[in-house]
């Protein structure tokens, strides 16, 4: 039994009632945010790498509900250290690199430590119930943030779109969640939300009785993915979220869905999902080509880090896609799609960060109005290269090393050694998914030279200081960590093998 995922779970609660209770707020948020980087790295260096998926550390267990069985039970396992992991990192840098306006900053601070405190329970909770609940905790200060310190001409009717898509999908899930405990039973008959159980019962629902429960959970986390056709909500709301939120929530919750189905759809429901894998595999090439054309058309640099957000998710997806497809154990597959979530959550974070301070020193984000950036702000512009470099997927950065593995996953079993067997459904989408690297290319090479290397637009750009060190260092963390990560990805990787 150990108090430590708790407490990385309370400190972001507690820091934001005392912020409440006019403590200093950034010193108190960003206090609470170091102090979870180093209780995460003492859970990383103490990981038992022995221990299997599911095989749950670090635990503890307070029982909240006899019948059926819900727990107030934390741990983590391999997988859910990594997504920990990457809540702390992108907490500490949006806390760090975001100076909110004063009117507005303890509303600022104490909303994102709550979006942070929802995505922790979230991947630290054991208990499927409680999984769900912190999640939705997470979004009620996103939706407030939006609609209260929004930007734009009407945040107020981004907050309410962004509200109806994801309390739709939201219900559809819980929908999705007691149906499929329900029909999985606990040991001794009576129903348990325990995570660690259902995953130790592993399939035993009937395949007719999955496809459907596949259904619901594959609606449900994908409405709250971006998943293509529910998607349309993220661009608009991650353009008029405050800077924070935007790297939190496209950072880190977007994770939480892509988690859910690795973590609960694909081993519990292996046979329903394989039911719906073409209609996935349909779903993601929208996601990847049609949404990436989408971001090609955008002239606003929030929009099209939005929609650039959106076509990625594809990738993630090719990689469960591989995962139901083989109705078993792929560590490839597995390792791409975490890998990649991990360095997409990274990298996106990365680029809303400085596609914010873009708009703190010149008041616009628009391509026309922008151009030789580069010289006026050489440390932006230089970050900006990098996140720019990692999201297109270049070899040296975390996210090529998760493409690639999820590519590999995509055609593993096609060639023995000396037969090349026919290519399925799933390879042609590979083949189909790999233009969305040429098209992620254009729009982010377009972008890099319009905003930094073009000329500057008519009547000049005045530009208001270059970066600071308070803003260099978490910027610089960000980027560090998707080249450390690129170069020796089995930093992370060690913890799912």
Known sequence: ??????????????????????????????????????????????????????DFQFTSSLLVLQSPEISLAFGVDGMSLIMVLLTVIVTLAALWSIKPQIANERLHYISSLLIAAGGLGAFLS?????????????????FLMIGLCGRGENPKRVAWTITLYLALGSLVLLAGIVALVLNSGGSDGGLTFSMSHLLSMGSQIDPSTQKWIAALLLVGFGT????????????????????????LHAGVLKKFGLYGLIRLAVPLLPEGMAEWTN?????????????????VAQRRLDLMLGNSSVMHMGYIFLGIAALISDKGPNPIATNGAVLLMFAHGVSIALLFALAGKIEERTGRLEHDTLGGLAKKMPSLGFLFGLAAFASIGLPGFANFAGEVAIFVAAFAGVYDGSTLTELGNLQWAAIAAF??????????????????????????????????????????????????????PNIILQYLN
């Open 224 to 247: 709250l993915v971006s998943l293509f056709p529910f998607h349309s909500w993220a661009a608009p709301a991650y353009a008029a979220a405050p800077t924070s939120v935007s790297m």
């Open 126 to 142: 054991t208990d499927v119930f409680f999984f769900y609940a912190f999640h939705e905790l997470a979004l009620i200060p996103t």
């Open 435 to 488: 233009w969305g690297v040429v098209i992620s290319a254009v729009y982010m090479l377009r972008s890099y030279r319009s905003i930094f290397m073009g000329e500057e637009p008519k009547g000049g750009l005045e530009v208001d200081g270059r970066l600071t060190l308070d803003e260099k260092l978490p910027l610089g963390m960000l980027a560090a960590a998707l080249l450390v990560v690129g170069f020796f």
């Open 279 to 295: 209609v996935l595999l349909v779903l993601l090439l929208c996601n990847i080509l049609y949404v990436g054309l989408v971001t």
């Open 1 to 54: 039994m150990s108090a430590i995922p708790v407490i990385i779970l309370l400190l972001p609660i507690l820091a934001a009632i005392a912020i409440g209770l006019r403590a200093p707020a950034r010193n108190t948020a960003l206090l609470a945010a170091i102090a979870n980087v180093a209780l995460t790295a003492v859970l990383c260096f103490n990981f038992d790498q022995s221990q299997g998926t599911g």
